[in-house]
């Protein structure tokens, strides 16, 4: 029954994104990049993960291109096709990164698999959502990858880092989402209309 809500909620969320037409679109993905780069969260941060946007997702190309342009943060991309022993790892994702679709058909640096890096490793991580609520949970794709890679921000509440920022348009926001034992929360969200934090840093 859980699952059916999910696969509801995922579908009509996906259904509003993706209804939002090109110039708001455009105008989102600038407004929220505007907003990271203002926030202090980035000056802190040297590692920085990213993702790829599809699907009608507040777009990241914007920010990608700005923090290249930042010398003291390097840049990461989800990989599925990692070490073995984890469930997703991190690429170092550069202007000229040679890149191969993974099972998904997602784009991933095409790097040696000593290069890779551990989500423990990362400082700040945007996250792709479908949904998200104003405690902080968060509605994925249900693949349960980045969940089960931050798994030891549950373990360890005393570890602050990675940052788990959500990157969403605000459309996206629900009133309540049904949280899990194994859901890690978000810290905060970026959305065309500003931060939104859910824990104190």
């Not at 990271?36 to 040297?46: I, T, V």
């Not at 679709?101 to 790097?111: S, Y």
């Not at 959305?191 to 824990?199: Q, S, V």
Request: net charge negative; proline share 7%.
């Amino acid at each position: 029954m859980k699952q059916t809500c999910h696969h509801t909620l995922r579908k009509s969320l996906r259904l509003k994104r993706q209804q939002l037409n090109l110039q708001q679109q455009q105008q989102h993905e600038i407004s929220a990049c505007q907003h990271l780069l203002n926030s202090p969260y980035l000056k802190e941060a040297r590692k920085v993960a990213v993702f790829l946007s599809q699907d009608g997702e507040l777009g990241t190309d914007t920010v990608i291109e700005a923090l290249w342009q930042q010398p003291q943060i390097e840049l990461f991309l989800p990989a599925l096709e990692t070490q073995p022993d984890w469930h997703m790892g991190f690429s170092p994702y550069r202007s000229d990164s040679k890149m191969q679709n993974n099972r998904f058909n997602i784009p991933e640096p095409d790097v040696p698999l000593e290069e890779h890096q551990s989500g423990e490793e990362m400082d700040l991580v945007l996250m792709p959502l479908v949904g998200f609520d104003l405690k902080g949970h968060r509605l994925g794709m249900g693949g349960g990858f980045y969940d089960r890679t931050f798994a030891f921000k549950l373990k360890n509440p005393q570890v602050k880092t990675p940052l788990l920022i959500g990157w969403a348009h605000a459309c996206q926001q629900v009133e309540t989402l049904p949280n899990e034992s194994w859901d890690v929360p978000l810290d905060g969200i970026f959305t065309e209309n500003g931060f939104i934090p859910f824990t104190e840093q």
